[in-house]
Protein backbone atom coordinates (compact mmCIF):
# COMPACT_ATOMS: atom_id res chain seq x y z
CA UNK A 1 0.00 0.00 0.00
CA UNK A 2 1.17 3.29 -1.20
CA UNK A 3 1.95 5.94 1.61
CA UNK A 4 3.41 9.46 2.44
CA UNK A 5 6.91 8.30 4.02
CA UNK A 6 7.66 11.94 4.76
CA UNK A 7 6.31 15.13 4.66
CA UNK A 8 8.05 18.29 5.44
CA UNK A 9 6.70 21.30 7.14
CA UNK A 10 10.10 22.67 8.40
CA UNK A 11 11.00 24.92 5.05
CA UNK A 12 9.67 24.17 1.64
CA UNK A 13 6.68 22.41 1.86
CA UNK A 14 7.66 18.12 0.37
CA UNK A 15 5.58 15.36 0.63
CA UNK A 16 7.25 12.16 -0.53
CA UNK A 17 5.58 9.05 -1.56
CA UNK A 18 7.70 5.57 -3.10
CA UNK A 19 10.97 7.34 -2.20
CA UNK A 20 9.79 10.79 -4.34
CA UNK A 21 8.16 14.03 -4.08
CA UNK A 22 5.24 14.28 -4.82
CA UNK A 23 4.07 17.36 -7.28
CA UNK A 24 1.23 18.99 -5.47
CA UNK A 25 -0.17 21.19 -8.02
CA UNK A 26 -0.68 25.08 -7.61
CA UNK A 27 -0.04 27.22 -4.78
CA UNK A 28 -3.17 27.46 -3.13
CA UNK A 29 -3.68 23.18 -3.23
CA UNK A 30 -0.13 23.54 -1.20
CA UNK A 31 -1.56 25.97 0.95
CA UNK A 32 -4.54 23.94 1.51
CA UNK A 33 -2.59 20.43 2.11
CA UNK A 34 0.29 22.47 4.50
CA UNK A 35 -2.92 23.94 6.67
CA UNK A 36 -4.11 20.26 7.05
CA UNK A 37 -0.58 18.81 7.87
CA UNK A 38 -0.45 21.29 10.77
CA UNK A 39 -3.24 19.56 12.21
CA UNK A 40 -2.14 15.86 10.83
CA UNK A 41 -4.68 13.48 12.04
CA UNK A 42 -7.32 15.54 12.92
CA UNK A 43 -10.45 16.93 11.34
CA UNK A 44 -10.21 20.78 9.95
CA UNK A 45 -13.46 22.31 9.82
CA UNK A 46 -14.38 23.63 6.86
CA UNK A 47 -15.15 27.55 8.45
CA UNK A 48 -11.70 27.42 9.97
CA UNK A 49 -9.94 26.30 6.15
CA UNK A 50 -11.77 29.24 4.68
CA UNK A 51 -11.07 31.68 7.47
CA UNK A 52 -7.38 30.34 7.44
CA UNK A 53 -6.64 30.80 3.69
CA UNK A 54 -8.78 33.71 2.73
CA UNK A 55 -8.95 35.90 5.79
CA UNK A 56 -11.24 39.05 6.04
CA UNK A 57 -11.27 38.78 2.09
CA UNK A 58 -13.61 35.32 1.97
CA UNK A 59 -14.66 34.96 -1.70
CA UNK A 60 -18.47 34.15 -2.52
CA UNK A 61 -17.07 30.80 -4.03
CA UNK A 62 -14.49 29.48 -1.21
CA UNK A 63 -16.33 26.34 -0.23
CA UNK A 64 -16.54 25.23 -3.87
CA UNK A 65 -12.81 26.70 -4.60
CA UNK A 66 -11.71 24.09 -1.15
CA UNK A 67 -13.78 21.29 -2.86
CA UNK A 68 -11.94 21.81 -5.78
CA UNK A 69 -8.46 21.64 -4.47
CA UNK A 70 -9.44 18.86 -2.14
CA UNK A 71 -10.30 17.11 -4.99
CA UNK A 72 -6.89 18.17 -6.87
CA UNK A 73 -4.90 16.98 -4.17
CA UNK A 74 -6.56 13.45 -3.66
CA UNK A 75 -6.02 12.80 -7.47
CA UNK A 76 -1.73 13.14 -6.53
CA UNK A 77 -1.62 12.23 -2.75
CA UNK A 78 -2.07 8.80 -1.89
CA UNK A 79 -5.71 6.66 -1.33
CA UNK A 80 -6.96 7.68 2.17
CA UNK A 81 -4.43 10.48 3.23
CA UNK A 82 -6.97 13.46 2.25
CA UNK A 83 -10.12 12.12 4.07
CA UNK A 84 -13.88 13.74 4.45
CA UNK A 85 -14.46 14.28 7.85
CA UNK A 86 -17.56 16.57 9.33
CA UNK A 87 -17.65 19.39 9.69
CA UNK A 88 -14.02 19.33 7.39
CA UNK A 89 -11.25 17.56 6.14
CA UNK A 90 -8.45 16.26 7.98
CA UNK A 91 -5.23 14.40 6.44
CA UNK A 92 -4.51 10.91 7.73
CA UNK A 93 -0.42 9.92 8.05
CA UNK A 94 2.08 8.14 10.73
CA UNK A 95 3.30 10.93 13.24
CA UNK A 96 6.63 10.22 12.79
CA UNK A 97 6.50 11.05 9.06
CA UNK A 98 5.83 14.59 9.86
CA UNK A 99 9.36 16.55 10.22
CA UNK A 100 7.18 18.94 12.92
CA UNK A 101 6.32 15.76 14.97
CA UNK A 102 9.90 14.56 14.80
CA UNK A 103 11.02 17.91 15.72
CA UNK A 104 9.12 18.38 18.62
CA UNK A 105 10.37 14.73 20.30
CA UNK A 106 14.06 15.19 19.85
CA UNK A 107 13.24 19.08 21.36
CA UNK A 108 11.60 17.28 24.37
CA UNK A 109 14.59 14.72 24.25
CA UNK A 110 17.12 17.58 24.25
CA UNK A 111 15.06 19.45 27.11
CA UNK A 112 14.38 16.47 29.35
CA UNK A 113 18.06 15.90 28.95
CA UNK A 114 19.17 19.31 29.86
CA UNK A 115 17.30 19.23 32.61
CA UNK A 116 18.68 16.63 33.81
CA UNK A 117 22.28 17.71 33.71
CA UNK A 118 22.95 15.86 30.45
CA UNK A 119 24.90 18.54 28.05
CA UNK A 120 26.50 16.25 25.54
CA UNK A 121 22.98 13.68 25.36
CA UNK A 122 21.30 17.47 25.06
CA UNK A 123 23.18 18.43 22.59
CA UNK A 124 22.74 15.76 20.41
CA UNK A 125 19.55 15.60 20.07
CA UNK A 126 18.73 19.38 20.06
CA UNK A 127 21.17 19.38 17.12
CA UNK A 128 19.26 16.09 15.40
CA UNK A 129 15.82 18.54 15.88
CA UNK A 130 17.44 21.57 14.30
CA UNK A 131 18.68 19.70 11.42
CA UNK A 132 15.36 18.86 9.93
CA UNK A 133 14.93 22.61 9.07
CA UNK A 134 15.38 23.28 5.36
CA UNK A 135 14.26 27.03 5.83
CA UNK A 136 11.85 28.84 6.84
CA UNK A 137 8.73 27.07 7.76
CA UNK A 138 5.81 28.01 5.27
CA UNK A 139 7.63 31.14 3.42
CA UNK A 140 6.35 30.68 0.33
CA UNK A 141 2.79 31.00 1.12
CA UNK A 142 0.32 34.26 1.77
CA UNK A 143 -2.23 32.98 3.44
CA UNK A 144 -3.38 34.24 6.93
CA UNK A 145 -2.86 31.17 8.65
CA UNK A 146 1.08 31.02 6.79
CA UNK A 147 2.13 34.40 9.15
CA UNK A 148 0.92 33.29 12.65
CA UNK A 149 2.25 29.81 12.27
CA UNK A 150 5.66 30.73 10.54
CA UNK A 151 6.10 32.87 13.63
CA UNK A 152 5.06 30.28 15.88
CA UNK A 153 7.15 27.92 14.29
CA UNK A 154 10.42 30.36 14.35
CA UNK A 155 9.82 31.01 17.86
CA UNK A 156 9.88 26.48 18.66
CA UNK A 157 13.19 26.52 16.51
CA UNK A 158 14.59 29.97 18.31
CA UNK A 159 14.09 28.66 21.73
CA UNK A 160 15.39 25.01 20.24
CA UNK A 161 18.79 26.85 19.29
CA UNK A 162 18.78 28.77 22.76
CA UNK A 163 18.44 25.13 24.27
CA UNK A 164 21.46 23.52 22.21
CA UNK A 165 23.42 26.54 22.80
CA UNK A 166 23.22 25.88 26.74
CA UNK A 167 24.08 22.81 26.24
CA UNK A 168 27.30 23.64 24.46
CA UNK A 169 28.39 26.56 27.67
CA UNK A 170 27.39 23.04 29.83
CA UNK A 171 30.20 21.50 27.80
CA UNK A 172 32.72 24.53 28.08
CA UNK A 173 32.00 25.03 23.78
CA UNK A 174 32.31 29.24 25.12
CA UNK A 175 34.36 29.73 22.09
CA UNK A 176 32.53 28.07 19.96
CA UNK A 177 29.64 29.82 20.28
CA UNK A 178 30.30 33.53 19.99
CA UNK A 179 29.91 34.53 16.72
CA UNK A 180 26.44 31.78 16.54
CA UNK A 181 24.96 33.87 19.39
CA UNK A 182 26.37 37.76 18.34
CA UNK A 183 24.42 36.96 14.81
CA UNK A 184 21.12 35.74 17.01
CA UNK A 185 21.41 38.69 19.09
CA UNK A 186 21.60 41.03 16.02
CA UNK A 187 18.46 39.38 14.58
CA UNK A 188 16.75 39.53 17.86
CA UNK A 189 18.48 42.49 19.82
CA UNK A 190 15.56 42.41 22.34
CA UNK A 191 15.39 38.65 23.33
CA UNK A 192 17.22 38.91 27.04
CA UNK A 193 17.99 34.90 26.96
CA UNK A 194 20.23 35.73 24.03
CA UNK A 195 21.83 38.67 25.76
CA UNK A 196 22.63 36.53 29.02
CA UNK A 197 24.15 33.70 27.20
CA UNK A 198 26.49 35.98 24.87
CA UNK A 199 27.31 37.48 28.30
CA UNK A 200 28.67 33.76 29.59
CA UNK A 201 30.02 33.12 26.29
CA UNK A 202 32.44 36.05 26.41
CA UNK A 203 33.24 36.09 29.83
CA UNK A 204 34.17 32.01 29.72
CA UNK A 205 36.46 33.00 26.81
CA UNK A 206 38.42 35.43 28.90
CA UNK A 207 36.22 38.20 26.96
CA UNK A 208 35.49 40.38 30.44
CA UNK A 209 35.26 43.43 28.93
CA UNK A 210 33.29 42.54 25.99
CA UNK A 211 31.02 40.73 28.08
CA UNK A 212 30.29 43.89 30.42
CA UNK A 213 30.11 46.02 27.41
CA UNK A 214 27.50 43.19 25.49
CA UNK A 215 25.45 44.26 29.04
CA UNK A 216 25.67 47.85 28.83
CA UNK A 217 24.20 48.20 25.39
CA UNK A 218 21.71 45.94 25.85
CA UNK A 219 20.83 48.25 29.68
CA UNK A 220 20.75 51.36 26.81
CA UNK A 221 18.41 50.07 24.17
CA UNK A 222 16.08 48.76 26.95
CA UNK A 223 16.10 52.12 28.38
CA UNK A 224 16.22 54.06 25.23
CA UNK A 225 13.30 51.62 23.23
CA UNK A 226 11.35 50.85 25.85
CA UNK A 227 11.97 52.84 29.18
CA UNK A 228 12.76 49.41 31.33
CA UNK A 229 15.90 48.22 32.57
CA UNK A 230 16.96 44.56 32.47
CA UNK A 231 15.77 42.07 34.26
CA UNK A 232 17.34 41.44 38.01
CA UNK A 233 18.90 38.20 37.18
CA UNK A 234 20.86 39.85 34.13
CA UNK A 235 22.07 42.51 36.49
CA UNK A 236 23.11 40.29 39.06
CA UNK A 237 24.95 38.81 36.58
CA UNK A 238 26.77 41.70 35.31
CA UNK A 239 27.63 42.10 39.43
CA UNK A 240 29.18 38.48 39.64
CA UNK A 241 31.79 39.55 36.03
CA UNK A 242 32.15 42.80 38.00
CA UNK A 243 33.59 40.95 41.01
CA UNK A 244 34.86 37.86 39.30
CA UNK A 245 32.60 35.06 40.95
CA UNK A 246 34.58 32.37 40.62
CA UNK A 247 31.57 29.76 40.09
CA UNK A 248 31.76 31.85 36.83
CA UNK A 249 35.62 30.18 35.54
CA UNK A 250 34.75 27.75 32.82
CA UNK A 251 37.53 25.03 32.37
CA UNK A 252 38.28 24.99 28.76
CA UNK A 253 36.97 21.90 26.77
CA UNK A 254 39.20 18.26 26.12
CA UNK A 255 37.44 17.79 22.90
CA UNK A 256 35.73 19.60 20.69
CA UNK A 257 31.94 19.24 21.10
CA UNK A 258 30.85 19.41 17.81
CA UNK A 259 32.16 16.24 16.48
CA UNK A 260 30.40 12.67 16.69
CA UNK A 261 33.31 11.12 18.50
CA UNK A 262 33.30 14.04 21.28
CA UNK A 263 30.12 13.69 22.11
CA UNK A 264 30.04 10.12 22.86
CA UNK A 265 32.92 10.17 25.23
CA UNK A 266 31.40 13.18 27.03
CA UNK A 267 28.35 11.73 26.93
CA UNK A 268 27.44 11.47 30.52
CA UNK A 269 28.75 15.06 31.22
CA UNK A 270 26.75 16.42 34.18
CA UNK A 271 26.55 20.45 34.35
CA UNK A 272 28.39 22.15 37.19
CA UNK A 273 26.08 23.51 39.24
CA UNK A 274 27.21 27.07 39.11
CA UNK A 275 26.64 27.05 35.55
CA UNK A 276 23.18 25.70 35.60
CA UNK A 277 22.80 28.62 37.65
CA UNK A 278 24.15 31.00 35.47
CA UNK A 279 22.54 30.01 32.47
CA UNK A 280 19.27 29.85 34.81
CA UNK A 281 18.33 26.64 34.74
CA UNK A 282 17.46 24.24 37.81
CA UNK A 283 19.65 23.02 40.06
CA UNK A 284 20.05 19.16 39.11
CA UNK A 285 17.80 17.03 41.58
CA UNK A 286 19.73 14.72 43.98
Known amino acids: MTRIEDAR?????????????????????????????????????????VEDLWGEHVPSTSVKMVQVHVSK??????DGVLVTRPPGYGVEIEPEALDLVRFE????????????????VAAERLREALALWRGPALAEFDEPFAAIEAARLEELRLACQEDRIDADLALG????????????????????????RLMLALYGSG??????ACYRRFHQLLST???IEPSPALRALERRM??????????????????GAARRAVRRTAMRPSLRRACGLRPRAA
Do not use: C, M, W, Y
Not at 36 to 49: K, Q
Not at 107 to 116: C, K, N, S, T, V
Not at 207 to 212: D, F, I, M, S, V
Open 207 to 212: RQAEAL
Open 73 to 78: LRKVLP
Open 225 to 227: ELG
Open 173 to 196: GHVLVIGELTALVAHHPLRERLRR
Open 105 to 120: RLREQGRDALARGSAA
Open 242 to 259: LQHDPALDVAPPVVDVHR
Open 9 to 49: LLGPLEVVSGRAPIALGAPAQRALLARLLLDANRTVGLDRL
